[in-house]
T-cell receptor
Framework: DQQVKQNSPSLSVQEGRISILNCDYTNSMFDYFLWYKKYPAEGPTFLISISSIKDKNEDGRFTVFLNKSAKHLSLHIVPSQPGDSAVYFCAASVGGNNRLAFGKGNQVVVIP | DAGVIQSPRHEVTEMGQEVTLRCKPISGHNSLFWYRQTMMRGLELLIYFNNNVPIDDSGMPEDRFSAKMPNASFSTLKIQPSEPRDSAVYFC????????????FGSGTQLSVL
């Protein structure tokens, strides 16, 4: 059973606009959340993370929002750039360990 | 550092054959993970080692799958016998237990079982 769910598997957005990716989780014990980015023929690479004690974390063009009551997090990319075209995975863990549960991923295509 | 190194990058084999995937983690990392990526299930954790000891293999699909980590710098994932439904991308990742939740992934092995 998927504990981390990413719906809307693909997203197309114009360059310069905002990309919003959503992620829902079912395990209330999750207390650390991460987003990974994956290009074709490469492994996923870490993008940004957030602890459950926060509701927002920002790193340059990337911001992650966490709504614990709704068990929902989102990744905002603004402005979107063609190099952001990739698959984005949401991941979560319990107790700060590095055994991550991943979602299925979202394909983002940024149109120049 | 060269990062996590996986071999081979691509493997095409026939049903029933044995397949061995290899992984060299980042030096100094004490946790190693094997993940499988499919369209249907995304990234699934197969097995997790800490200090070369298998901690959780509950994600291993069945007895045809086995994994070893004979030392801190090498791990294998073996499928014997292989079946077409094993076709997927297999990723190895490493990290430092207790220090970071970030995993560092290799480039993966694309396995096709005909």
């Amino acid at each position: 059973d998927q504990q981390v769910k990413q719906n809307s598997p693909s997203l197309s957005v114009q360059e310069g606009r905002i990309s919003i990716l959503n992620c829902d989780y079912t395990n209330s014990m999750f207390d650390y959340f991460l987003w990974y980015k994956k290009y074709p023929a490469e492994g996923p690479t870490f993008l940004i993370s957030i602890s459950s004690i926060k509701d927002k974390n920002e790193d340059g063009r990337f911001t992650v929002f966490l709504n614990k009551s709704a068990k929902h997090l989102s990744l905002h990319i603004v402005p979107s750039q063609p190099g952001d075209s990739a698959v984005y995975f949401c991941a979560a863990s319990v107790g700060g360990n590095n055994r991550l549960a991943f979602g299925k991923g979202n394909q983002v295509v940024v149109i120049p | 550092d060269a990062g996590v190194i996986q071999s081979p990058r691509h493997e095409v084999t026939e049903m029933g054959q044995e397949v061995t995937l290899r992984c060299k983690p980042i030096s100094g990392h004490n946790s190693l993970f094997w993940y499988r990526q499919t369209m249907m299930r995304g990234l699934e954790l197969l097995i997790y080692f800490n200090n070369n000891v298998p901690i959780d293999d509950s994600g291993m699909p069945e007895d045809r799958f086995s994994a070893k980590m004979p030392n801190a710098s090498f791990s294998t994932l073996k499928i014997q016998p292989s079946e077409p439904r094993d076709s997927a991308v297999y990723f190895c990742a490493s990290s430092i237990e207790g220090l970071s939740e970030k995993l560092f992934f290799g480039s993966g092995t694309q396995l096709s079982v005909l």
